[in-house]
């Protein structure tokens, strides 16, 4: 089974802080997301990684960075957390071809910022 | 504007009956709709896909339709089961598109 894992599941910060959140995959998936999800919002793509160190920026890139060094770890970095920052993120993998379509979720993080 | 719209009610049905659970979607063309489960404090789970050349898709005691011509795609959980609550999402992607646009999510609770 495809496991997706978070580095933390609750994570609270103050305002101007620098936030990483790291997400690792061990099916040797090419695709990772992050998303965030806010109530009523649906997940919105905030970046993809398609290989190690490329990257295409999602719907609300604003605010936000990435990082792909290693196939299997995906970091995305708050440069400089803001209160309209907290919210669930949830970092994703999938495979090509058509198995791009499945997406496996890791378990979120949840974070606030103060 | 892309926009997906899910039933943003709770859904609240008896054990045992069919739930139906409805994505309608404007200024989009898909070419894959997906349906992901979602429980209280856990990431979404993949269930189904279906094609835009697909009429139907069963899995289990899982069914969904997709009409490119009325833009919507209904779910159907059937003889539903407590365990079967959770809030469900649909998402959508374009041929060749990196990106799938995900519908808020239906709350689906299912009482004994």
């Known amino acids: 089974d495809v496991k997706v894992t978070q580095s933390s599941r609750y994570l609270v910060k103050r305002t101007g802080e620098k936030v990483f959140l790291e997400c690792v995959q061990d099916m040797d998936h090419e695709n990772m997301f992050w998303y965030r999800q806010d109530p009523g919002l649906g997940l919105r793509l905030i970046y993809f990684?398609?290989?190690?160190?490329?990257?295409e920026k999602g719907d609300i890139p604003e605010g936000y960075s990435v990082s792909r060094e290693k196939k299997e770890r995906f970091s995305l970095i708050l440069e400089s957390a803001s209160t309209n920052q907290t919210s669930m993120y949830l970092c994703a993998s999938s495979g090509t071809g058509f198995s791009y379509n499945e997406q496996f979720f890791g378990p979120g993080t949840r974070l606030t910022v103060l | 504007s892309q926009k997906i719209e899910q039933n943003s009610e709770a859904l609240n049905i008896q054990e045992g009956k069919t739930a139906t659970l409805t994505c309608n979607y404007t200024n989009y063309s898909p070419a894959y709709l997906q349906w992901y489960r979602q429980d209280p404090g856990r990431g979404p789970v993949f269930l189904l896909l279906?094609?835009?050349?697909?009429k139907e898709k069963r899995k289990e005691r899982l069914k969904v339709t997709f009409d490119t011509t009325l833009k919507q795609s209904l779910f159907h959980i059937t003889a539903s089961q407590p365990a079967d609550s959770a809030t469900y999402l649909c998402?959508?992607?374009?041929?060749?598109?990196?990106?799938?646009?995900f519908g808020a999510g239906t709350r689906l609770f299912v009482k004994a």
């Open positions: 279906i094609r835009e050349n697909e």
């Open positions: 998402a959508l992607r374009a041929a060749g598109g990196f990106k799938t646009i």
């Open positions: 990684s398609y290989d190690v160190k490329m990257k």
